[in-house]
């Protein structure tokens, strides 16, 4: 006999939205809303999966004579593996021993000829190659610019953005990105997942953002598909 199971999803913090909850038996799939609540019918000895990115997927069975009302769930994070890596010893120049030598060298030629120092030193108009050297050492002592540091885009960000913007709203979720507003948690935690640079939501940067939630999109509803046809 069927049942409806009712219950909360859970991490060990608060509760999880976008959640996708599958009857493994019947294919009938659900997905958790903001307050981590779900409901899906199933019979004892069905199989409910309950998916979302990030999190290690978690399967029940439901049990005969059970009742399953407010039911909960607590899904755990994954953990990152890297693959070994091995790094092979290389030889690179170092520019701050490079500089401290090159100082210490030429402070100590200063100290034993001062006199070629001077612009009028040279009475034969030969190039002063120690003038040049000083020269080329102050040029070498400039450090190049540094890029700005990396810095995805914040869970805050991303809902700021779709509440605030004039373009990248529900609408053009719904109408553009193609994906129905009950998956909008769903997908901002796959957005999340991707590491997207925080230099798009700069307004100069507006259409290739637009464009990056249309790529994800259709990455998301692709790996949508594949964990509902599983």
């Known amino acids: 006999m069927a049942q409806s199971i009712t219950g909360t999803v859970y991490d060990d913090k608060s509760v999880i939205a976008g959640v996708l909850i599958k009857n493994l038996r019947t294919g009938i799939t659900t997905i ?4 981590g609540r779900f409901i899906v019918d199933a019979k004892a000895y069905d199989s409910i999966s309950f998916y979302v990115f990030n999190y290690q997927e978690k399967t029940i069975i439901i049990k005969e004579g059970v009742d399953y ?6 899904l ?3 953990v990152n593996q890297l693959d070994e890596v091995f790094i092979e010893k290389e030889i690179s120049f170092k520019e701050d021993a490079f500089n401290e030598g090159y100082e210490s060298a030429l402070a100590r030629h200063i100290r034993l000829y001062p006199e070629q120092y ?12 120690v003038n040049i050297g000083k020269r080329l050492w102050r040029l070498i002592k400039k450090k190049k610019p540094q890029p700005p540091p990396f810095i995805p885009i914040s869970l805050e960000e991303y809902i700021g953005v ?3 913007d004039t373009i990248i709203n529900d609408r053009f979720l719904i109408e553009t990105v193609k994906i129905p507003l009950e998956f909008k ?3 901002i935690d796959f957005c999340l997942s991707k590491n997207v ?6 307004e100069k940067n507006k259409l290739i953002l637009i464009q990056t939630f ?3 999109g259709e990455e998301f509803l692709e790996l949508l598909q594949t964990k509902v046809d599983d």
């Open 197 to 202: 640079d925080s230099k798009l939501l700069k």
């Open 118 to 129: 001077e612009f009028n030193s040279n009475p034969n108009n030969n190039l002063n190659f």
């Open 69 to 74: 009302k407010n039911f909960v769930i607590e």
């Open 185 to 187: 948690p769903l997908f």
């Open 76 to 78: 755990t994070h994954k």
């Open 32 to 35: 958790s809303d903001y307050e």
């Open 162 to 164: 779709f509440r605030e």
């Open 214 to 216: 249309i790529d994800l």
